[in-house]
């Protein structure tokens, strides 16, 4: 079995050491960089399958950062950055990363985001070799394809990240039925939200802009107020 390899991106050396010991102790392999432009050079290079990104670093920050890789790739991106407000996450998941961590960091915690997230990627990756059932699911202008992460929205294919694309699959795998944000973090995440925050609700909006032909009149994925999402029929 080959092993994964994650890059770590932070202008802390001791931050990007730290993570990276941790990384190994849990058999990843592990590429650092301590800026955002070392960053993407080295993803042009390497076959990374995650990335562990921090936010404030002096050129280009990781929000920049984190655009740039998802103009081209759909790999995990885990922010790590010691900005917690509710903002800072809304922010940062709005920029196209599938996870945040908060600094100080618990290492038990960040490396259970980490293998959520390489196990997700893993999963819907379509160059997998596993032999998966043929899932199709099709309602009104979307079909998606589970086998092969494909999703086409109103006769236009798109690409979505692997936390977009269970967080989607999830509600058309269910048609007519409402789900909370909870009960979508908690499927998706495989964790219990113990305290309400915006996380489901960015990746909602950030879904809606791709697959919807306008976000802010959404026919796909409904808004039931004050219950939830749900796709119909």
């Given amino acids: 079995m080959s092993q994964e390899m994650i890059l770590v991106v932070d202008d802390e050396k001791e931050i990007a050491d730290l993570v990276e010991i941790h990384l190994v102790s849990d058999g990843f392999l592990v590429k650092k960089a301590y800026s955002a432009d070392e960053g993407l050079k080295i993803l042009e290079q390497e076959e990374i399958q995650l990335v562990v990104l921090d936010i404030m670093m002096p050129g280009m920050d990781g929000i920049e950062m984190c655009k740039e890789i998802r103009k081209k790739s759909t790999i995990p991106i885990i922010f790590l950055s010691a900005k917690s407000s509710d903002l800072d996450k809304i922010v940062g998941l709005g920029s196209g990363a599938d996870d945040y961590v908060s600094k100080p960091f618990n290492p038990l915690e960040l490396m259970a985001r980490v293998k959520s997230q390489l196990r997700r990627f893993t999963q819907l990756n379509p160059n997998t070799s596993e032999k998966l059932h043929n899932t199709e699911i099709q309602l009104m202008d979307l079909t998606i394809q589970k086998e092969t992460h494909r999703v086409v929205a109103f006769e ?55 697959i919807e032909l306008d976000s802010r009149n959404a026919q796909i994925i409904k808004t039931v107020w004050g219950v939830g999402y749900k796709i119909d029929r």
Avoid: C
């Fill in 156 to 210: 236009r294919e798109v690409k979505l990240t692997p936390i977009e694309f269970d967080i989607l699959f999830l509600l058309a795998s269910n048609p007519g039925r409402v789900f909370s944000t909870d009960e979508i973090f908690e499927q998706v995440w495989n964790e219990k939200m113990y305290e309400a925050n915006n996380t489901v609700m960015v990746h909602i909006r950030r879904i809606r802009e791709k």
